[in-house]
């Protein structure tokens, strides 16, 4: 079964919108917390992490935001531009254990 | 550090055939994890090592396939034989200890069987 539950599939906004993707958990024992940035051709490069015991993360114009009461996190990207046009990965694991993917989310960004 | 190095990038083959995907970690990581991808399923963890042994091969869909690490540098999946149903993106990743932070993945391999 799918351990972490990401939405939307997919998103378009135009050039300097934020784009927001959720994604949810039920295992409570998840301490890691990473998203991922797949180009077409390319495989997924780790973007940005975070820990439970931080609510929000910064890292240029990608942000995390968690939740942990909820079970959710998300990210946004400030001011987005069109080379931020790929597919985005949320994940989840416990320390030393493999990470659980999430579905995907294909994000456009129109000029 | 040239990164996570798959070979072939393309493969294409006919049913029943057997198909050899070759992946080169980075030097250092002793995790070595192999994923597929495909549009219905998202991405799939199929096999996983450590320090060249296999640790969680749930993820194997059936005894058509399998995977050896026969030493730190250098690991294969194989499907034998190959079926339509096998056609997808193979992704190869590695990491450092500690195993889940910062996997670093291949470009992969798109495999394609007619």
Request: glycine residues 8%.
């Amino acid at each position: 079964q799918q351990q972490v539950k990401q939405s939307p599939q997919s998103l378009i906004v135009q050039k300097g919108g934020i784009p927001i993707i959720n994604c949810a958990y039920e295992n409570t024992a998840f301490d890691y917390f990473p998203w991922y940035q797949q180009f077409p051709g390319k495989g997924p490069a780790l973007l940005i992490a975070i820990r439970p015991d931080v609510s929000e993360k910064k890292e240029g114009r990608f942000t995390i935001s968690f939740n942990k009461s909820a079970k959710q996190f998300s990210l946004h990207i400030m001011d987005s531009q069109p080379g931020d046009s790929a597919t985005y990965f949320c994940a989840a694991s416990i320390t030393g254990y493999k990470l659980s993917f999430g579905a995907g989310t294909t994000v456009t960004v129109r000029a | 550090d040239a990164g996570v190095i798959q070979s072939p990038r393309h493969e294409v083959t006919e049913m029943g055939q057997e198909v050899t995907l070759r992946c080169k970690p980075i030097s250092g990581h002793d995790y070595l994890f192999w994923y597929r991808q495909t549009m219905m399923r998202g991405l799939e963890l199929l096999i996983y090592f450590n320090n060249n042994v296999p640790i969680d091969d749930s993820g194997m869909p059936e005894d058509r396939f399998s995977a050896k690490m026969p030493n730190a540098s250098f690991s294969t999946l194989k499907i034998q034989p190959s079926e339509p149903r096998d056609s997808a993106v193979y992704f190869c990743a590695s990491s450092a200890t500690q195993g889940v932070y910062g996997y670093t993945f291949g470009s992969g391999t798109r495999l394609t069987v007619v």
